[in-house]
């Protein structure tokens, strides 16, 4: 059997911000009525985060919860764990009308980090990056370029960005020409 491999297998770029795709990442799209006990508490004891509100994530640990629409969370674990995550959150919702499925190996995970990592997503994307409005722990489904993409900030200088891993080189040639050296704009 092949080992699990991640969609650029770990490329890097450093430039005015550090651009690295971050390997494997464990995700389960779990679609329900986020306002049902039922779904919060499958997903809460599933991850040990709390619910996160509208355009917001919510982590503890390795593990965490991704608001992405009125009806959907991205559940974040370690790869290895999401058979056992996934199987919890399908016996926590037997007879609920929701659903969890295994998206890992679906998407790819980049990191954006450094003092002008906001200028750098900013140059891609249609969001106000200023940190009175985007700060750690606020989410954005939103597109960048020409695909969708989700990205959260998880401290004042690193963001994490979720796309589809049939346009991950896409994406990474997007941030690496963003992020090329003397490119800076100094909106931030």
């Excluded at 890097?12 to 039922?38: V, W």
């Excluded at 295994?102 to 990056?129: Q, W």
Aim: proline letters at 6%.
């Amino acid at each position: 059997m092949s080992e699990p491999i991640s969609a650029l297998n770990h490329a890097r770029f450093d430039g005015i911000a550090d651009i690295a795709e971050i390997g494997l990442q464990g995700m389960i799209t779990l679609r329900g009525d986020l306002a049902a006990r039922a779904v919060k508490s499958a997903a809460t004891k599933a991850t040990g985060a709390a619910m996160p509100g509208a355009n917001a994530i919510s982590t503890k640990d390795d593990s965490g919860l991704c608001w992405m629409s009125p009806d959907e969370l991205l559940v974040l674990c370690p790869y290895a764990a999401v058979p056992e995550v996934l199987a919890q959150l399908q016996t926590a919702l037997a007879g609920s009308h929701a659903l969890a499925v295994n998206v890992s190996d679906a998407r790819a995970v980049f990191r954006v980090s450094g003092p002008a990592a906001r200028e750098v997503l900013a140059k891609l994307c249609p969001v106000d990056l200023s940190p009175a409005e985007f700060e750690p722990g606020t989410i954005r489904r939103t597109r960048l370029a020409q695909v969708p993409a989700a990205f959260w900030m998880v401290d004042n200088e690193t963001f994490q960005l979720v796309c589809f891993r049939s346009v991950a080189q896409y994406v990474f040639d997007l941030l690496c020409v963003a992020a090329q050296p003397n490119s800076e704009v100094g909106v931030f």
